[in-house]
């Protein structure tokens, strides 16, 4: 763990700690419920299942964020999914959740999480960082740009890529 401002600790979430596994989920049911997770909470069957599902994903990562020595309180949570670049021929990590409880933002705890995933992401070889965000998530947005993330291009005068989804259940 590293300490941060403000008495902060990140660390790569531990599915089998308890504490984790509990603030994981309820930091992901706490952002399910802002309107920029969706604005529904997790169905019981993903706070059920869904750190012993994480842990059966060699690919799988989590960072963690507690506020607090010794009584810690669950302040933040990325959760990370290991892919493939195809192009570069090496790994590459996508950022699929980050989540700041709305009390502590703008404290740079989401900056100091997606640094400990970037050092995650390098010792793993990967060749990039990936997420989706929404457009209107302009607190977000500024976050990922001060931590050096770009909209995805390859050719200006083929535009930016959209991310598209097509639910299958």
């Given amino acids: 763990m590293s300490a941060l401002p403000g008495d902060v600790r990140v660390c790569r979430a531990d599915y089998e700690n308890q504490e984790h596994a ?5 930091l992901l049911d706490a952002y399910a419920w802002d309107p920029m997770g969706g604005g529904h909470g997790l169905s019981d069957f993903a706070k059920a299942h869904l750190v012993r599902s994480l842990a059966e994903r060699p690919q799988a990562f989590s960072v963690l964020a507690f506020l607090g ?3 810690e ?3 933040g949570l990325v959760n990370c ?4 670049s195809t192009f570069a021929c090496q790994a590459l ?3 699929h959740d980050v989540v700041v409880l709305p009390a502590y ?11 400990l995933v970037d050092s995650i992401a390098r010792e ?6 990936t997420l989706e965000v929404l457009s209107g998530n302009a607190g ?11 909209n995805y291009q390859l050719d200006p005068a083929a535009g930016q890529a959209q991310f598209l989804q097509k639910w299958l259940r």
């Fill in 22 to 26: 509990t603030a994981l989920v309820a």
């Fill in 69 to 71: 020595a010794g009584d």
């Fill in 73 to 75: 309180t669950p302040v």
């Fill in 81 to 84: 999914i290991e892919g493939f």
């Fill in 93 to 95: 990590v996508n950022i």
């Fill in 105 to 115: 933002r703008g404290q740079r705890i989401g900056q100091q999480m997606l640094a």
């Fill in 124 to 129: 793993r070889g990967a060749c990039k960082l």
């Fill in 140 to 150: 977000a947005m500024q976050l990922y740009r001060r931590v050096g993330f770009d």
